[in-house]
């Protein structure tokens, strides 16, 4: 079955643009988590939807929101952009949230701020 | 937070050696997993493993969850290998929220 799908792949914005990147997960996979990577900072955790619902959040500022679709479907959408957002986003997806499951990434969005 | 600590941070083989990578971490947890990222930044798991031993080809771990710390061993490395090794873990209560580790850089020469 097709694994998690992150679209796009590659963007470039200008600082104070906003930005929105859609995950689609596994087939029957319910909870999707999101990541930024940079090279300063590592992987980070942002947020986890799970239902609908924000479960689980990161410590990043207020620019930084998600949203989950029926669908498990999710965007994550950053306002404002800086020049510190440039990084690689990566989504996670897995069965249920907090479930003795593997989550499994998708190919990542690479966000290059100008 | 907890606190993931991998090492060595970089390691250069030669074709065809071995090679240990360790993953420490500081409090209990029920999730841990191995990923490879490679030259593209794709995310690749390696193995879900909260305790015990496992085997995939080349590759094995072991997660001794009562130490907290987990091994990956690398046999007859190949170039293919070359990339960062990530360990990631998942505290009880935390959701799906995983924190990595820093990870560790491998180069495989011919």
């Known amino acids: 079955k097709a694994g998690v799908t992150q679209t796009p792949r590659y963007l470039i914005k200008t600082r104070g643009q906003q930005v929105t990147l859609s995950c689609s997960p596994i087939?029957?996979?319910?909870?999707v988590s999101w990541y930024q990577q940079t090279p300063g900072q590592g992987l980070q955790f942002l947020f986890e939807?799970?239902?609908?619902?924000?479960?689980n959040k990161g410590n990043f500022p207020g620019r930084f929101s998600g949203r989950q679709f029926s669908n498990s479907r999710s965007e994550m959408n950053v306002s404002t952009l800086e020049l510190g957002d440039s990084a690689l986003y990566l989504c996670?997806?897995?069965?249920?949230?907090?479930?003795?499951?593997?989550?499994?990434f998708g190919d990542g969005t690479r966000l290059s701020i100008l | 937070g907890i606190q993931v600590e991998q090492s060595p941070p970089d390691l250069i083989l030669q074709e065809g050696a071995n090679s240990t990578l360790r993953c420490n971490f500081s409090?209990?947890?029920?999730?841990l997993q191995w990923f490879h990222q490679n030259p593209w930044g794709q995310l690749i798991n390696l193995f879900y493993?909260?305790?015990g031993t496992k085997q995939n080809g080349r590759l094995s771990a072991t997660t001794v969850a009562t130490e907290r710390y987990s091994l990956l061993y690398i046999s007859s490395s190949q170039t293919t290998d070359s990339g960062v090794y990530f360990c990631a873990v998942r505290v009880t209560g935390g959701g799906n929220k995983l924190t990595f580790g820093t990870g560790t850089q491998l180069k495989v020469e011919l």
């Open positions: 493993i909260p305790s």
């Open positions: 409090d209990s947890v029920n999730n």
């Open positions: 087939s029957g996979h319910r909870s």
């Open positions: 996670a997806s897995s069965l249920d949230s907090n479930s003795n499951q593997p989550q499994h």
């Open positions: 939807y799970f239902s609908e619902t924000q479960r």
